[in-house]
């Protein structure tokens, strides 16, 4: 039997192309500046803070910083009135429970009551000051001004269910971890994006806590992992802003051993523990709540190609 050979007259397939085939770029030289195949896709438009695409861990927090960047009063402006309210009601709490005159003043102990009723609290208004940016992310995200009286507008006849789709995001993560800490970290998660849909996609609660769980579950240990780096980078900030307070409150406690006394912060100390607690929150506040509002963002074009409906929103002002 003939065995099987190459076309023509045995030439080994090595050398059956001619001439500059073999070698297209030595032939043909490099491609010019700039050039690139027919068939490679577009970059994403970016109208705004992000690329419209599925978005990277660095995206979303480069987002969140670049939002802080580009429209500094619409999110310090937000988040200096929520911080201001928040240490207004935990000096109440403090006094009312009679901390300004126990060691740690101005540092509820989180096992006590009050330690407890703060961090709901705080929890509670840091989830209305989720809600409140989701309305300035969402207009960064597609290149829109954002104006505060603008947003402000928008968020009014949303005010009340907002206060209270937060409430039940804040208070139910902690119920979850009254009964079980595996609980209160699965609903922390889960109602991540409770304010977020309601604002932006103006449901009522009962249909925000569904969607943020729809959204989040699915791609839970993502969604946790991104909230958590979001939590510590915004804590070092917080952390390194509230250390002229610190210093004053040490001090303070450390006059009052001097001299034989009760160990206890005086009001110029409470005062500097307030306002570096203050500026510490305004700061570090919009990271969180922006990392948060654009995993939102990134979830829902993951899951139902948002990115397509922005990009025409992003093209069309009037819509």
């Known amino acids: 039997m003939t065995e099987w050979t190459s076309p023509g007259d045995g030439t080994p ?38 690329p419209l695409r599925p978005l990277g861990v660095g995206e979303l927090l480069d987002g969140a910083f670049t939002a802080m960047r580009r429209y500094p009063r619409a999110t310090l402006g937000l988040s200096a009135a929520v911080a201001t309210v928040q240490q207004l009601v935990n000096l109440l709490i403090d006094l009312g429970s009679n901390n300004i005159a126990a060691p740690g003043a101005g540092f509820s102990a989180l096992g006590s009551v009050s330690g407890i009723l703060t961090a709901v609290i705080n929890a509670l208004l840091g989830f209305v000051l989720l809600g409140m940016l989701s309305l300035v992310i969402g207009d960064a995200v597609i290149g829109r ?48 994006f409770t304010t977020p849909a309601l604002v932006l996609e103006r449901l009522s609660i009962g249909q925000a806590l569904k969607r943020s769980w729809r959204l989040a579950v699915p791609a839970f240990w993502r969604v946790l992992g991104i909230r958590l780096l979001a939590f510590l980078i915004a804590a070092v900030i917080a952390t390194i802003l509230s250390l002229p307070g610190l210093l004053v409150a040490v001090s303070s406690f450390t006059n009052s051993i001097a001299n034989g006394n009760d160990i206890h912060l005086s009001i ?15 700061v570090s506040a919009p990271i969180t709540a922006g990392v948060v509002a654009l995993l939102y963002i990134d979830r829902r074009m993951r899951a139902e190609a948002l990115d397509v409906t922005l990009a025409r929103a992003a093209a069309s002002p009037s819509a």
């Open 145 to 192: 001004t954002v104006e505060l009286a603008d947003v402000w507008a928008r968020l009014r006849p949303l005010l009340l269910p907002l206060i209270g789709a937060a409430f039940l995001a804040a208070i139910l993560p902690w119920l979850g971890l009254i009964g079980l800490i595996v609980g209160g970290v699965f609903l922390w998660v889960a109602l991540s």
């Open 268 to 282: 110029g100390a409470e005062i500097a523990v307030r306002l570096s607690s203050l500026v510490a929150e305004t």
């Open 13 to 50: 397939p090595s050398e059956w192309a001619g001439p500059g085939w073999a070698e297209p770029a030595q032939a043909w030289g490099p491609p010019p500046p700039g050039w690139q195949p027919p068939y490679a896709a577009p970059p994403p438009p970016r109208p705004g803070i992000i």
